[in-house]
């Protein structure tokens, strides 16, 4: 695993400026990952993600699995070539697209099988055809199957979902090891047009050695302190990780146990290894977590609220199409690069979203996506300067004190 390493340079209390580095370059953290589920931020460029200021992009396996499939996705170059991403990329294992099909799967100890929302097809989802599926995918981090379940859930339950998990951690290790001692297996022929580019694949020998991937363990338990403290126990005795994801929240539990449980997990994390807090991305969350020693973060929320009109300011969440930005000509904020902000103001923009015009979606998807990145930016510069907590009090102070409307 030469080609990942992780250290820091900065600190204010738990919080770190780090420096993840990956196969296709460096990530400074704290650090936002964007969600590209079909190996694109919907609506978006990766040339609009990268001038927002993304350093790493989110794909799903889940997804691509089921379409165009990931033996497609290899035999077309892996997924940096087939999204044009050329920076680090984190695949997702699809446990909590897994979870969120609760009508259409059934988990047993092997696996789950469901079926597709697609066309209905069944689908065996275990520990090891996730590990499969990731390295042909070939992006630099990918992540365990692990079983979700809903926030609130009772002790008995996250117990049982959180034991299950290692051991499913314990079988994609296998599987893992295995893929980058004997290779993956060979794919079968695929037509290419006359003419056109031959395949990745051609090479079968080349081919079927996996790109350099680590592989991140998830720590499960609900907000149970009990159990999160297992879950990690169980995951830092069962090897020496490039990393170490906290899943299993913002799924419908309170803000305040949701940090709860950041403090929780914190300190018996490992310090010198990057910590990726999964499915969190609103402003206030991320200077949460922060501030408690978590380093990466991706949410599909941003996005999806811009789409829907909702957009992050310093002052809170506001709805771009309410009836007061009808007369605005304001900028949508003052400290924002973004399109949305330095080329339109509120009024033309509240008219693309009241006229269904798929430019307004896009300017306020980008917009919260720059938002976060510049929220992160601001963040590793209070690190670097030593002036994270005071930094961070006013700036949450500040966005909190308007409410939500």
Sequence with gaps: ???????????????????????????QTPAFMPVGTHASVRGLAMHEIRDAGAQMVLANAYHLYLRPGDEMVRALGGVHAFARWNGP?????????????????????????FRSKLDGSRHRYTPEKVMQIERNIGADVIMQLDELIEGGSSFDASR???????????????EFDRLSREGRAPIGALRVPDGAPALATTDVERDRVAPPQA??????????????????????GTGDWVGVAVGGLSVGEAKEAMYDTFDVCSPLLP????????????PDDLLEAVARGMDLFDCVAPTRMGRHGTVFTRDGK????????????????????????????????????????PLGPRLLALHNLTFLMELMR?????????????????????YRRKGRD
């Design 1 to 27: 695993m030469s080609e990942f390493g992780f250290s820091t340079s900065h600190a204010n209390g738990a919080a770190r400026l780090g420096e993840f580095r990956t196969p296709h370059g460096a990530v």
């Design 89 to 113: 990329m984190l695949t997702d294992s699809g446990g909590y697209q897994v979870f969120s099909l609760s009508r259409y799967r059934t988990v047993t100890e092997d696996g789950v099988e």
């Design 160 to 174: 049982a979902a959180m034991e299950r998990s290692l051991r499913w951690l314990e079988r994609c290790r296998v």
């Design 215 to 236: 592989l991140f363990p998830i720590v499960q338990g609900g907000t149970y302190a009990d159990l999160r403290r297992a879950s990690i126990e169980g995951i830092l």
């Design 271 to 282: 310090a010198d290894k990057p910590r990726y807090l999964m499915g969190v991305g609103f």
């Design 318 to 357: 506001t709805q771009v199409q309410k009836s007061s930005n009808r007369t605005d000509r304001r900028a949508l904020t003052d400290s924002c690069p973004c399109p949305a902000c330095t080329q339109y103001d509120r009024a033309y923009l509240r008219h693309l979203m009241v006229t269904e015009e």
């Design 378 to 398: 601001e963040t590793r510069g209070a690190l670097r300067d030593g002036v994270f907590a005071s930094w961070s009090a006013e700036w949450l102070a500040r």
